[in-house]
């Protein structure tokens, strides 16, 4: 069974930076697609950011775009997310998930295609 914790979540102020990790266990090798996903008080889980197995592939939504970078590396089983400039809007729990498909797009931005999720771990950004 595929599990993911994250870690890393703190408060930080806005204009700060934060790396979260995600570290993978249950098996001998990540899923083929990982990605980070968030969720704000009372708003719907979005997508964040996408990496595919050979990190030749990510995709990151608008608003994170020259702010987050997403990496892996496969031989430590984590995934990871660098998050600079923040602002107050990225405050979310942040979740890490993972599906053994190879990347696209719609595949990479769609929650449901994701079987494995973690626990999540929360990020606030404060004014």
Request: hydrophobic share 30%; with cysteine.
């Amino acid at each position: 069974q595929v599990q993911l914790t994250e870690s890393g979540g703190a408060l930080v102020p806005a204009g700060g930076s934060l790396k979260l990790s995600c570290a993978h266990s249950g098996r001998n090798y990540s899923p083929f697609l990982m990605a980070w996903f968030r969720q704000a008080p009372g708003k719907e889980r979005e997508f964040v950011a996408a990496i595919g197995w050979d990190s030749a592939a990510t995709d990151y939504t608008d608003s994170v775009k020259g702010r987050f970078t997403v990496s892996r590396d496969n031989a430590k089983n984590t995934l990871s997310l660098q998050m600079n400039s923040l602002y107050p809007v990225d405050t979310a729990v942040y979740y890490c998930a993972g599906q053994d498909s190879f990347y696209s797009q719609d595949r990479a931005r769609d929650p449901r295609s994701y079987p494995y999720w973690g626990q999540g771990t929360q990020v606030t950004v404060s004014t």
